[in-house]
């Protein structure tokens, strides 16, 4: 009998980025090249289920559930909801287009919490952005109910090279109810790279510690934004058995370390008082909840 390798360390954070299909397409943005065409990957439900259940086992605190955006995978309330019953914190990182009523009755509970991204005050600019018309008006028309909810929000608004106008989004979040707001650069991965190939240098510095993130299609990566360093799949073994191999070590390793690390991406983010959330300015890294 083979005994899979325990993961080297405690995981304390991971990041589920169940689909890739969005209604946005945010052709100068989007890290994952996320759209109205992809599809959700090869993962199962009972694929995701049994990593949300090996995450447990392995010591894992808290859950990101992400895509594309999430919502719109056909079982994502039963993932939220099996993540609940585990006792996980959960961030579900969403672009609040659409919301169905029985996920704001999920985001109500008090082991959930949410993010989303606002790009400018001006509708026409933010749909610029997101490359979809009125989802500026039905974004901000979503925060506004998660305010009123009382539910944990926390917003980044990206600079892309106005500083004016992503302080102004700031702002007016802030005045809708926003407690958690900040502004943070954008990385040059997916949409936003170009030509240029991915590289470590567009990392925080923090990835794969005690954090990683599973891919749509079953591959471990050490975040969203280091998705050109992966390690595995969870489709043909454990997750325990992808942290404890060679090849993650290497991913790792490979990984800079900086003390000054600049704001991750908003991507990248394991729960609401993570140094790698959009709510924050330090380096990245897992951190207690609140």
């Not at 390798?5 to 169940?18: G, M, Q, V």
């Not at 890739?20 to 109205?36: E, F, I, M, T, V």
């Not at 992808?242 to 900086?258: F, K, N, T, Y």
């Not at 991507?267 to 207690?288: H, Q």
Request: aromatic letters at 4%.
């Amino acid at each position: 009998m083979t005994i899979a390798p325990e993961a080297p360390t405690k995981l304390r954070f991971l990041s589920l980025e169940i689909t890739g299909r969005c209604q946005l397409s945010c052709p100068s943005l989007c890290y994952a090249k996320s759209g109205p065409k992809r599809d959700h990957g090869s993962m199962t439900d009972d694929d995701w289920n049994r990593i949300i259940d090996e995450a447990v086992a392995l010591g894992v605190e808290s859950i990101q559930i992400i895509g594309g955006e999430p919502t719109m995978h056909p079982a994502f309330a039963r993932m939220l909801q099996r993540g609940i019953d585990a006792g996980l914190r959960i961030r579900v990182y969403t672009n609040l287009l659409r919301v169905r009523e029985e996920h704001w009755r999920l985001f109500e509970h008090p082991n959930v919490s949410l993010a989303a991204t606002y790009h400018s005050t001006v509708a026409t600019e933010h749909d610029e952005v997101t490359g979809r018309t009125g989802s500026h008006t039905a974004t901000r028309a979503n925060v506004v109910e998660a305010v009123r909810r009382g539910i944990r929000l926390t917003v980044a608004v990206l600079d892309g090279g106005d500083p004016e106008r992503a302080e102004q989004a700031r702002a007016e979040l802030q005045a809708l109810g926003v407690h958690k707001v900040r502004v943070s650069q954008v990385r040059a991965v997916g949409n936003a790279a170009g030509t240029v190939l991915p590289s470590v240098s567009s990392l925080c510095g923090q990835c794969a510690n005690q954090k990683a993130a599973v891919l749509p299609n079953g591959q471990v990566a050490p975040c969203e934004i280091g998705r050109f360093l992966t390690a595995g799949s969870v489709k043909d073994v454990s997750l325990a058995s992808v942290l404890g191999s060679d090849r993650w070590a290497e991913v790792a390793a490979s990984i800079p370390h900086r003390l000054d690390a600049t704001l991750c991406p908003p991507d990248c983010a394991p729960n609401d008082d993570s140094a790698c959330g959009p709510d924050n300015s330090g380096p990245c890294g897992p951190a207690d909840d609140e």
